[in-house]
């Protein structure tokens, strides 16, 4: 079996405890306004083309395809979109296992959705786990729920993103109805799982559902922590590079609305931390 990665992010200190090496897989069932992996969205292969770094050598002048981008100096052109099997990258992952062990982390599992590729993304976790690496999973939750079941006992902690509560609310802004991924939350909180909740601040479109986010996580098990992240718009210069429709919103959201959603959230009983600080 092979899955398809968009890229690897290797000594990273925001997805999850410690020094972690993420994984993000391509593909996503949901289409969220603000996205900042637009290079994730797309199950396919895709050839970005970084207008500003050009130096118009004429390495990719017959046409823009992986050759190419092999031989562009400059990186202007990128593929997003590697194929591997299951075993060879976990062994390209784990040769950062020196710095897991020191830095006490492990791999995150990131998308895209990586639940969309549910046989690779469990076999990964699999081997993972029998070589005692940690695991994070990091989801939207618009999956299956066997796909949870399945990839569970490999999982040390799932990284759940929560954007709202209200039904038209989510699928104004990711085009989907969130029923799905409030049972799969429920689900995961039932079986002992440990969820740190990602929210997602995205002014003008999310922030009124902070109150209905916290009444909905106060009093459930396994929730170690509800992390409030600040809507950026840095990704504008890659949606351009794939020639999709930007659809991210002004960057409006401040410093000082993340600060209100945690203490609102913490309000509620909830170990709620500003995203954009160490923890």
């Known amino acids: 079996m092979k899955g398809l990665v968009s890229g690897i992010k290797r000594m990273e200190i925001h997805d999850g405890d410690g020094l972690r090496t993420t994984v993000f897989f391509k593909g996503c069932p949901l289409k969220c306004v603000w996205c900042h992996n637009p290079e994730s969205i797309s ?20 046409k823009r395809d992986e050759n190419a981008a092999a031989r562009c100096p400059v990186n202007a052109l990128t593929v997003y979109g590697r194929e591997y099997e299951p075993e060879e990258l976990v062994n390209e992952v784990t040769q950062d296992e020196p ?5 006490g982390g492990g791999v995150t599992l990131s998308g895209g959705e990586c639940l969309a590729q549910p046989d690779f993304a469990v076999e990964v976790a699999r081997l993972l786990h029998e070589k005692d690496v940690s695991v994070y999973v990091d989801t939207c939750g618009f999956v299956p729920r066997r796909t949870l079941e399945r990839i569970l006992p490999f999982t040390d902690r799932f990284l759940y ?4 509560v209200d039904p038209a609310v989510h699928k104004a802004c990711t085009g989907q109805d969130n029923a799905l991924i409030l049972d799969n939350l429920r689900f ?32 459930m098990p396994g929730i170690t922590k509800v992390k409030v992240l600040r809507y950026h718009n840095l990704a504008a210069s890659r949606y351009e590079a794939l020639e999709m429709e930007n659809t991210l919103p002004p960057s409006d959201t401040a410093a000082e609305d993340v600060e209100r959603a945690v203490f609102a959230l913490a309000d509620c009983g909830l170990n709620a931390v500003n995203g954009t600080m160490a923890d």
């Open 161 to 164: 993103d929560i954007k709202a």
């Open 99 to 103: 710095f897991f062990r020191a830095g």
């Open 43 to 62: 199950f396919e292969k895709q050839i970005a083309y970084f207008r500003e770094k050009c130096r118009h050598c004429g390495a990719c002048r017959e």
């Open 188 to 219: 995961l909180s039932d079986a002992g799982a440990d969820i740190e909740i990602r929210v997602p601040l995205v002014v003008g479109f999310n922030e009124k559902e902070i109150p209905a986010i916290g009444a909905l996580l106060k009093d």
